[in-house]
Each structure stands twice: as C-alpha cells, then as structure tokens.
C-alpha cells in the first residue's frame, strides 16, 4: 500500500463501498453515489475485499502505452529541431521528417514533443479574436441596421431583384423596406425616405464597406480628401446622422439574420400572393412587414423612441437626392449626363452665365438646379443648329425603313422621314442612315490607301520612332546600370507609360542573349 495515491473519484468510492460494508446502506442504495450499475458495484466491492484500496485503481495505472513515442525517437526530433532543421515551422518539419529521416509521425504529436522541449513554432499564428454578444442599443431609433439582400424573390416568375432591409438594433423590428431592381443610390435614399416619413430621423446607421456607403479610393486620397465623398454621406451629414461601419459580416449579425428569415418567409409570401412584377412584391412587402414586426419583434429597454422628428423648414426631398456641381455656360445651359438644360433669368439675377450651380436629381425624377439659396426649375435646352444638320429629311415620299444589321455596333446616326397618310400622319420616323454611314467608310479607306502609297505610317508612331528619343534612352540605361535612377523614374524621364518601359528593357534582354 506504500505510494498508492488514490484519486478524488477513488477516494469516494473506498468511503462509499466502506458504507456497504458496515451496513450503513445496501448496493443498490449505493450505485446511484458510485455511477455504476448494481452488477459493477459488487464487482468493485468483490475487488475491495481481495485487493484493498489497490483494487479501485485502473490497472492501466503506470503502463506504458502501446502507442507511446519511444523515447530516442522523442529525442531524435528535438536534437532535429535543434540543429539540422532549425527554424522550420512544425508543419513543414513533419513532412521533412517523413521524407528525409524516416520518422513517421503527425503533426500533433511533433508539435507536442516540441512544445514539452520549449520549441514553438517560428510561424506564429493570429490569435483567434473573442467574441461576445452585443448589447442592444436602448431605445427604438438610436440605431438602425442596414443591407441588402440580392436574391431570386420571384423565383422563376420573374428576375433577380434585390432587398433593402433596415433592422432597428434595439427591437428587432423593420421600420421599413423595399424591394429594387439593383443595389444603389436611390434605392437606399428612399430607403431611409420611407423611414423618416413613418419614424422619424435616427440617429446612427450601421451598414457594410459598400460602394453606396463608402468611397473606393486609395490611402492617400482619402487623407487630402475631406468630409464626406458620396451622395449617402452627404445626405447622412445634412440631417446629422451617424455613419458607422462594420468591419465584417457578424458585427451586423441582426440584419443579417433578418435577411435569412425574409428569403424564407417572404418569398413563400410572394409565391402564394402570385406576384410577378416589382409593384406587385413591394405591395406584398409592406403587408408582410406588420406580420414580421409583431411576430419578431422585441420591447425596447426604454420605452422612449430616440427618432428626431424632420425640422419643418428642411426639405427632406431637397437632402435626400443626387446632387453635383456644376458651372454655367455662356448660354444659360447646364449638361448633366447628356442632358441639357436651359436655365431662365430671374428677379434677382438676369443671366447665370459663368456660375457655379447644383444640380438636383429628385428621387421622383426631376432635374432641379439650386443656386445658392434658390430652387430654378429649368427646361430642356434646344437642340443647336450642328445636332439639327446632322439630322437629314427624306423628303415627300414614303419612306421605306430598312432593315437593321445586327453586326454594325457603331453608333446610329438617325433621319426624319414623313409618315403616309393615316392614323400617325404628321409625326415623324427616326431611322439610321446606312448611305450616309457608308459615304464615311469609304473615305475612310480611301485616306488610309493613299497614305500607304505615299509611305506614311497609319496610327500613332512607335514610341522608338520620337525625335532623340535613342540618346536619351541610352542615357537612361546608363543610369538604370549604375543605380542611379529606378525603372519607374526612368519611365518618367523618357516621358513613356511604366509597361512601354518594361517591355523595352526585356527586348533589350533578349537580344543581348541571342
């Protein structure tokens, strides 16, 4: 009995099977202490008597196990480790061990040997990050999750549209959403539109690294850049919400999980509705939204709501749009993506020619421009005399439209034709011109012909071709040799793009090889 150590779940046992044997209680009172059945409780009792407290060791106590790593072998790795193979990651070390040494063993238990002789890995790896539970924000309005979920809600009635779905962090609740044909702009201006007109203003949002929510810029522009670059942050900085954004999928877990639920639920939703077209799922929406709010919903901590309510001198319509700037021409007009506009004199101003203005793209399709504090309300421009030349008239005959080439990707050029007698008589047809198209093609050709019997070369001249271009080329090589200049300070001395440069030096490369 001299060295027995006994451990804590022994010890009990000997003090409960000593019970058994005065009497103090029978086995089958016993076995439900032990955490045997009744049958293994005499067997350790039967054990006890014959063998004492020994008799409740596990008789694999002190053997060696038959899989065990032979000692040399544990010391063949760690001298290795040490010396021969010296600063390679565990990893790498098995499989060199494997190949090289022919000690067949798994990474877990090199990685083991070595941690027991104090040899980590030179590869450290990151730590994984802690996560826990977040909070939810107080009150209903102080933040509201954002995202949208591009997704085959008309399975096949219809195409893939796409989800903005807000989630208010503290209730779990929709306050409102839309279904879009693509993830944009517009559709999250009317997404916090239709919020503030049935809430009111929150205060913070938290959405993802999207295009719409932040700038695709490099480093440096966004540090000479300031305040905020996109038609989102601005309209966020004008009604004084807080843009926050979440560096991964999980940290806006809540609208994330929403999406999940409407793909399940709204989509049965639209299915059993019937509906086909964009009108028809937002309609469906919005009676599903006060199905999904009560069933999912939760009560706030306070019940006080933190939306603000919209200041009534602000126009929401004039914040929540597209807008750029834009300078006045000397005719009164503002271009806008191919637009024109004519702008109008006014009481305070007679012309605007010269100004800086900004043009207002409304979310319900008009074009406003604002200069300083004035709302203009401009028309579209006439067409100049150039743009009316272009278009040439048929004349009184009927015309015949031809035929359209599905091969010609050039852009049209369009001709007024008048329309026979008849229920569109006095209207006009716009149709391509192919004579006029091929009148061009052919001095085209023609020009290139006589440039070939002439000798001249046809685009711009190779970048070889420049007037002293191969002195100072020669110069630059010279440099590049000695270290003085680097090849992309080189490319900008010879004024040529860092790809022409390159391309250069490897014919350079080759030739002096062959």
């Known amino acids: 009995m001299e060295g027995l150590t006994l451990s804590t779940k022994e010890q009990s046992r000997l003090q409960i099977l000593n019970g058994v044997l005065e009497r103090y209680w029978s086995m089958k009172e016993a076995v439900p ?12 009792l039967a054990a006890y008597r014959r063998e004492g407290a020994r008799g409740l060791v596990h008789k694999n106590r002190g053997r060696v196990p038959p899989n065990a790593t032979p000692e040399t072998i544990r010391q063949q790795v760690v001298a290795l480790a040490q010396e021969r193979y010296n600063g390679i990651n565990h990893t790498h070390l098995t499989e060199l061990l494997a190949e090289r040494e022919g000690v067949m063993l798994s990474r877990p238990t090199v990685r083991r040997l070595l941690t027991r002789a104090g040899l980590s890995s030179p590869r450290q790896r990151r730590l994984p990050r802690h996560r826990c539970r977040r909070q939810r924000m107080p009150q209903e309005g102080m933040l509201l999750q954002m995202d949208g979920s591009h997704h085959l809600w008309l399975e096949d ?18 306050p409102y959403a839309l279904i879009q044909e693509q993830e944009d702009t517009r559709g999250y201006l009317s997404l916090l539109q239709g919020i503030i007109e049935r809430q009111g203003v929150p205060m913070a949002v938290y959405t ?21 670059s996109t038609q989102w942050g601005r309209a966020l900085t004008e009604l004084g919400v807080t843009q926050i954004w979440a560096h991964s999928p999980e940290a806006k877990g809540r609208v994330e999980r929403a999406n999940g639920t409407f793909q ?29 709010n009560q069933r999912f919903g939760v009560p706030a901590d306070q019940l006080e709501s933190a939306y603000r309510p919209v200041d009534p001198e602000m126009d929401l319509s004039s914040v929540l ?25 006014s009481t305070e101003r007679p012309s605007y020619a010269g100004a800086r203005v900004e043009v207002q793209e409304r979310l319900d399709g008009r074009l406003l421009v604002r200069h300083r504090d004035q709302i203009l309300t401009p028309h579209e421009a006439p067409a100049l005399a150039s743009q009316l030349r272009a278009r040439v008239p048929i004349g009184p005959a009927v015309a015949t439209l031809p035929d359209p080439d599905p091969t010609d990707w050039e852009p ?46 046809i685009g711009r001249p190779r970048v070889s071709e420049r007037p002293e271009f191969e002195q100072l080329y020669t110069k630059v090589l010279q440099l590049l040799g000695s270290g003085g200049l680097s090849r992309r300070q ?4 010879l004024g040529i793009g860092y790809a022409t440069l390159k391309r250069l030096l490897d014919s350079n490369e080759k030739e002096l090889m062959a």
């Open 33 to 44: 202490l032990l955490g045997v059945s009744e049958r293994q409780g005499w067997r350790l």
């Open 157 to 174: 009635r219809g195409p893939w549209l796409t989800l903005l779905l807000a989630v208010d962090d503290a209730t779990g609740t929709v």
């Open 208 to 228: 993802d690294g999207h295009a719409v929510f932040q700038p695709r810029h490099s480093p440096s522009d966004s540090v000479a850049q300031k305040g905020p």
């Open 264 to 292: 399940d639920r709204l989509v049965a939703e639209l299915r059993l509705a019937g509906a086909c077209t964009l009108a028809q799922a937002n309609q469906v929406l919005a009676d599903f939204l006060l199905r999904f």
């Open 321 to 345: 749009c597209i807008k750029e700037l834009r300078r006045v021409a000397k005719d009164n007009t503002v271009r806008y993506h191919g637009r024109t506009l004519q702008l109008y004199p």
């Open 412 to 457: 049209k050029e369009h001709v007024r034709a008048p329309v026979p007698p008849g229920p569109l008589a006095g209207e006009t047809i716009w149709y391509e011109d192919p004579a006029r198209k091929q009148v061009h093609r052919d001095l085209v050709v023609a020009g290139m012909e006589r440039a070939r019997q002439q000798g001249k070369r």
């Open 490 to 493: 080189a490319a900008r001395e």
